[in-house]
RNA sequence: GGGAGAUUAGCUCAGCUGGUAGAGCAGCGGACUCUUAAUCCGUUUGUCGCGAGUUCGAUCCUCGCAUCUCCUACCA
């Protein structure tokens, strides 16, 4: 299909295109050659040779060969500068008829002045340094690689369009460092996370992307249909049950990274698809999890930050300190003093406060729910510093090890950091028949019209009747870590290509 | 789902109380051998998001629709 979006501008690129293949066609050539080969990059031309002097640096004759996109391009008369950006950086060219090696250089710089911006080139030459001390390449050699058809944002001010920068994320990454910056820690975040888990005798795994039943959240899910087997399927919302089920067969220590799929709002916090490290660890308890996702946490800060000690939307995010760590109903406590420890044990009084807050809770719910619901719409937004919130109550805690103190809490914690959500953990429920239990109750949730509660997932019952060993496992989400530490305000600047609508 | 705002040249943006639209960049032509968003001279480019309505006349006022952004809700 054509673009339909043809502009004067690209009208002329493309005259100008076609001159080139009638030209290659002539002279045997092609328009656009794939046999260059560039042996260096911007920022390391840059750190091994910036320090010199030109007196120095000149008579070295440093013959290096570049290619990437033209970024600038300044002509003045018979000589010309011209910027040149690789995934590294930018290096800027002299580009002047007298240094070329060609007997044809005439035409060559002739053809150079009407290369555009946006077209990529490569070069090859001699370093030196300009007036200005600007390291820089006079080229000996140049050549066009690929004719660029569509102009650039405007070189100052450069993509400001946020839908485009979206939509096209192709033309915000040419054109924007910091979005770079950012994907690149996000690289770094995930990577640091894999070597940390590794070096800790982690195995790395993936389970199924598609889900005969979804389970391992409380979430809608994609519905999806296979043909050959005639049959529903959905997209995964966790992979905890499978990841499990590794564990039963022995696995002790497994993790993935990978996608999860919910089929609910987006924000700036939420993507119909996201990113979860799920990790699960055989003889290990929430307080292990605690300490140990803090410490993941902080490695991977440092892998693309060099520090720990961040800077978030304006305000510092020390991750450096050890996390704090609070019940429910002591995060109210701080956070929303005006409460009595006797009303936040009075179920009456902490539905009608809810519904104050404009959330209806299930009927069903128990002291406990209504507790996490208070603290929901009291204290978690200020949850600023990192921290554990503990004492989930069995209720909204289906998959999790009940406290042998109190059966009705779990030895289940989430961490808060900038007032959101980033993980979630818990001593695994490893009793088959209690969870069968649980599930059987989460299945008249459901009959209830809580359209979130689980299914009942009976080969994971199997499993589990083989017998889990004692087991820790956790959440990260990826994303909202990410945009923690590249200082984002939204999922989708974290996200390569976010969701959208389709174009109109 | 609810609320607020945005949409003007390829890009970045102006456009007064309603009288059919401008700048810079990019493009095109020219000058220029150390520029840095190069500069200088000349010059092309618009379904003013889409569709109705009010009006002699709508980029501007009214209504509807689309997309995006932010807030809010469900949620991680």
């Known amino acids: 299909m054509p673009a339909v979006d043809e502009n004067h501008v690209i009208a002329e690129r493309r005259e100008k295109l076609k001159a080139i293949r009638e030209n290659a066609k002539l002279n045997g050539g092609v328009a656009f050659p794939n046999d260059f080969k560039p042996e260096h990059q911007a920022v390391a031309l840059h750190a091994e040779f910036g320090g010199f002097e030109n007196e120095v640096l000149q008579p070295r004759a440093v013959h290096v060969s570049i290619a990437g996109r033209m970024m600038l391009k300044r002509v003045m008369g018979k000589a010309s500068f011209a910027t040149v950006q690789d995934s590294t950086g930018r290096i800027q060219l002299f580009v002047s008829k007298d240094n070329f090696t060609d007997e044809n250089s005439e035409a060559i710089y002739e053809s150079f002045k009407h290369w555009d911006l946006g077209d990529i080139i490569a070069a090859k030459g001699v370093l030196f340094k300009t007036k200005t001390g ?3 390449v006079k080229v000996s050699e140049l050549r066009l690689l690929t004719k660029s058809l569509r ?17 096209q994320r192709y033309v915000d990454l040419m054109m924007s460092e910091e979005t770079r910056a950012t994907f690149i820690a996000r690289s770094k975040v995930v990577s640091a996370i894999r070597s940390f888990m590794l070096d800790n005798q982690f195995l790395e795994v993936e389970t199924p992307m598609l889900h005969p039943i979804p389970g391992g959240a409380s979430a809608k899910p994609f519905i999806t249909h296979h043909n050959a087997l005639d049959m529903q399927m959905y997209m995964r919302i966790a992979p905890e049950l499978y990841l499990k089920r590794l564990v039963v067969g ?19 916090r939420h993507n119909p698809e996201f990113t979860m490290m799920e990790f699960y660890a055989a003889y290990t308890d929430y307080l292990w999890l605690m300490d140990f996702t803090e410490r993941c946490i902080r490695a991977a800060a440092i892998a693309a930050c060099g520090t720990a000690v961040l800077q978030y939307q304006g305000r510092e995010l020390d991750l450096s300190k050890p996390f704090q760590r609070l019940t429910i109903v002591g995060a109210i406590q701080k956070y929303a003093p005006q409460y009595t420890l006797e009303q936040l044990n009075d179920a009456d009084f902490l539905r009608a406060e809810i519904l104050k807050f404009g959330t209806k809770p299930f009927d069903h719910a128990g002291l ?17 510093e990192p921290t554990y919130i503990i004492d989930y109550p069995v209720e909204v805690s289906p998959l999790a090890r009940a406290s042998d103190a109190n059966p009705e809490i779990t030895e289940r914690f989430e961490l808060f950091v ?10 695994e ?7 069968a239990a649980r599930f059987h109750a989460q299945v008249k949730a459901k009959e209830a019209g809580d359209h979130e509660a689980m299914y009942y997932d009976a080969d994971f019952i199997r499993a589990l009747e083989y017998g889990m060993p004692p ?8 994303d909202r870590l990410v945009m923690m530490i590249t200082d984002s305000a939204s999922i989708r600047d974290v996200i390569l290509f976010p969701h959208m609508r389709p174009e109109a």
Do not use: M
Request: overall charge negative; some cysteine; hydrophobic content about 35%.
């Open 250 to 268: 022995g696995f002790e220590r497994v993790f993935e990274v990978n996608r999860n799929f919910r089929n609910e709002g987006l924000s700036v």
């Open 151 to 167: 102009p650039l944002p405007e070189k100052f001010h450069g993509l400001q369009d946020q839908e485009v920068k979206y939509r």
């Open 418 to 427: 900038t007032g959101r959500e980033i993980a979630n953990g818990f001593s």
């Open 471 to 478: 087991t820790g496992g956790c959440g990260i989400g990826i």
């Open 134 to 136: 600007e390291l820089s």
């Open 368 to 384: 406990g729910a209504l507790q996490l619901a208070l603290f929901e719409e009291t204290a978690e937004s200020q949850l600023w």
């Open 429 to 435: 429920l490893n009793d088959a028949e209690d969870q």
